[in-house]
């Protein structure tokens, strides 16, 4: 069994079990016969039932939140914002997977001019679903919604620390089905640690969606080879944000704040570091300043944010502050008294070495590094230095040279004048590159990532050139080779480009 702790005051809140090879491998089986029934029930059937799901969480959503606030120790409005974002996808996957799901004619060319050519996307079959425990909801329905929208059934493996919020999740899953009459496991969870995890990526599901650490990918991945079960990856961060010397400031450090010391930065897309324009910096660093110095942790209603949901994550902010201080770095907001487990008071950096750990790794803490550059090039070029690649932020009063940069960051998602803009947005797809993960979770590319593509050609015709036969006549070669030198052979002349670069 597990237990789970009010990480706040280290109260025991509940037990789970934790299953083993042969519960996961039961659930997996219940869940190809689910998959089948739940495929069976095309769009609009699915369609239906997920926003019943949806209703659902927003009905109850006070108590879904509680759950969250105690199994996390995340503020109940935070929690309740995180219902509203997760509540957002399901409706989108809902209502657009259809249409960028179901088959369609493509166009087969001249060489194949005699075939119809049919693309359409399939369901895997099952997939599974490890979740970790900075946003229970929000990160887990990121993958739950478009695995179920696009025609799978999923097994759930909430974080260890999580599972009553996974539980609730699952079980409210199951009563908006119950509505529409008899229904089959197309939902199922699982609980248990590392190696409950393991054994879903060992079980033969169709696809394996894991969000967590770098590290824990890898191990997922070793796993998952087993049975060539393809992996998708939503890892860590360490996200920047860009502030030029146009920006309006006062929006700046605001996003500044929120974006790092909300959720007590444990937050994947959190900001870690920010890069300003020389001009500004120090205009820029007391507006910071003021804005985080008033945020206090605690598990009040009026605090900020709430205590580490991880105990040994405080170490690891204490160790990063630690070795910034140790190689320079100064503190101008907290320092290490600041960390106190279980919770940490909002820390500002500056002044610290690029090769430091608290520029290069993870912190996941309430924690900002701020350093003064030429320009948003120099600031382009410090934020893409590191292994890490999930979002980013710029800042600018120039659109131009805004959307230039958010272009240029080597990041899967940047918001402009903004920051997180993007995970609210379920058209976007949402994940990162190098070691924050690769595969996308929202939005089209969301639906098609649990999804085989299928391919049809059907011959309506006898073909032009019939050269796929023992049968066929050098004529026929001869034939091919004549059209396709006319086609291609010519020699490439690019057409002069236009004025405009503008996409
Ligand atoms: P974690 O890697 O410790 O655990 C994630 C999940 O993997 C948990 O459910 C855990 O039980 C499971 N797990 C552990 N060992 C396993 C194994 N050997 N095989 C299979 N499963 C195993 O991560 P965490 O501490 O829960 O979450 C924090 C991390 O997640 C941070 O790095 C954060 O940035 C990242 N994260 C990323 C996103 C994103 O969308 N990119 C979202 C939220 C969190």
Redesign the pocket.
């Given at each position: 069994m597990l237990e789970t702790v009010n990480p706040a005051t280290g109260e025991v809140l509940a037990t789970f079990p934790v299953h083993g090879r042969r519960e996961v491998d039961a659930a997996v089986a219940a869940a190809r016969e689910a998959a089948s029934w739940w495929a069976g029930l095309g769009w609009s059937g699915r369609r239906i039932r997920l926003l019943a799901w949806k209703s659902h969480l927003i009905r109850y959503m006070g108590r879904l939140a509680q759950l969250m606030h105690e199994e996390t120790g995340k503020p109940l409005d935070d929690a309740k914002l995180e219902i509203i974002t997760a509540v957002l996808h399901i409706d989108w996957a809902a209502r657009h997977a259809r249409r960028v799901l179901r088959p369609r004619r493509v166009r087969s060319g001249l060489a194949a001019i005699n075939q119809a050519s049919t693309l359409e996307y399939l369901p895997l079959g099952v997939v599974g679903v490890?979740?970790?425990?900075?946003?229970p909801v929000?990160?887990p329905v990121?993958s739950i919604a478009y695995a179920l929208a696009a025609g799978n059934a999923v097994v759930f493996?909430?974080?260890?620390?999580t599972p009553a919020t996974g539980q609730w999740l699952v079980r409210s899953f199951g009563e908006a089905l119950g509505v529409f009459g008899s229904a089959q496991p197309v939902l199922q969870l699982i609980t248990?640690?590392?190696?409950?995890?393991?054994?879903?990526?060992r079980s033969g599901v169709n696809k394996?969606a894991?969000?967590?650490?770098?590290?824990?990918?890898r191990?997922?991945m070793a796993?998952a080879a087993d049975n060539l079960t393809p992996v998708l990856a939503?890892?860590?961060?360490k996200d920047a944000l860009l502030v030029g010397a146009d920006a309006d400031l006062d929006a700046a450090a605001d996003a500044a704040a929120w974006g790092a010391m909300s959720n007590a930065g444990?937050?994947?897309?959190?900001i870690e570091r920010v890069y300003v324009a020389d001009a500004v910096y120090h205009s820029f660093l007391e507006r910071l300043t003021l804005r985080v110095s008033d945020l206090r942790p605690g598990f009040d209603f009026a605090a900020a944010y709430g205590p580490m949901t991880?105990p040994s994550?405080t170490e690891v902010v204490a160790k990063h502050v630690a070795d910034a201080l140790a190689r320079g770095g100064r503190a101008v907001v907290g320092g290490h008294d600041a960390v106190s487990a279980p919770y940490v008071r909002p820390i500002v950096l500056v002044d610290v070495p690029e090769n430091s750990s608290a520029v290069q790794d993870?912190t996941?803490g309430p924690t900002l590094t701020v350093k003064p550059v030429v320009n948003m090039a120099e600031a382009v070029s410090y934020a893409n230095a590191g292994r890490y690649g999930?979002g980013s932020a710029v800042f600018s009063g120039d659109r131009r040279a805004a959307m230039n940069a958010a272009r240029s960051l080597r990041t899967g998602m940047t918001s402009v004048n903004s920051v997180i803009g993007f995970a609210v947005v379920p058209a976007l797809p949402?994940?990162?590159v190098g070691e924050?993960?690769f595969g996308r979770?929202h939005g089209a590319d969301g639906l098609r990532e649990f999804c085989r593509p299928k391919a049809i050609t059907r011959q309506r015709m006898r073909p032009l050139f019939n050269v796929l036969t023992f049968g066929r006549s050098d004529k026929d070669v001869r034939r091919l080779v004549m059209v396709m030198t006319l086609l291609h052979g010519r020699l490439y002349r690019p057409r002069r480009a236009k004025s405009s670069s503008r996409p």
């Open positions: 490890i979740g970790p425990w900075n946003y929000f990160t990121g493996k909430p974080s260890e620390l248990g640690g590392g190696s409950t995890g393991e054994a879903l990526a394996i894991f969000t967590g650490s770098a590290a824990t990918a191990k997922v796993a939503e890892c860590g961060g444990q937050t994947c897309v959190g991880l994550q993870e996941f999930l949402f994940g990162g924050s993960g979770i």
